[in-house]
């Protein structure tokens, strides 16, 4: 048996043919993406931020005490979710009714949303207003 696929995987015929998923598999592959989406996006504008007060003498928290620790609750908030959802795998994700991915997806993009907040408040507040219509009256959550 010759394949076309990989050369030096010739004798692992598994590896050489074309990987299909369940809708249930590409779901959880789309929001694990999303996931890593908002983690890289996190960590730029935490590592914008720090640049952002680099020159000054008062730390963030000093200058947007609210903002940071309501952020810090929300990555918190998301972290946990995260490592519950990765820990906890549910057989069938109807037995929760599918409240996990939901929480992990508004945590994480409202995480984002309080961070360009602090760093551009005009875009901030324009996200922050359109935060709730994105994920509660938009089609994201159903």
């Not at 996931?35 to 963030?60: D, H, P, Q, Y």
């Not at 947007?64 to 549910?90: K, N, R, S, W």
């Not at 945590?107 to 005009?122: A, D, E, K, N, Q």
């Amino acid at each position: 048996m010759v394949s076309k696929g990989f050369p030096g995987f010739r004798c692992f015929p598994l590896l050489n043919s074309p990987v299909s998923f369940t809708d249930e598999e590409e779901k959880a592959r789309e929001r694990m993406k999303l996931n890593r989406t908002f983690l890289t996006l996190m960590v730029a504008l935490i590592a914008v931020l720090e640049l952002k007060t680099e020159g000054k003498n008062a730390s963030v928290f000093d200058s947007h005490p609210l903002t940071m620790v309501i952020f810090c609750v929300i990555f918190a908030i998301y972290g946990i979710l995260l490592l519950a959802d990765e820990l906890v795998q549910q057989p069938n994700e109807n037995d929760y009714g599918g409240i996990m991915p939901k929480a992990i997806l508004c945590s994480g993009s409202l995480g984002v949303v309080i961070l360009f907040l602090i760093i551009i408040p005009v875009l901030g507040w324009s996200l922050l207003v359109l935060w709730p219509y994105t994920h509660f009256a938009g089609k994201c959550l159903a």
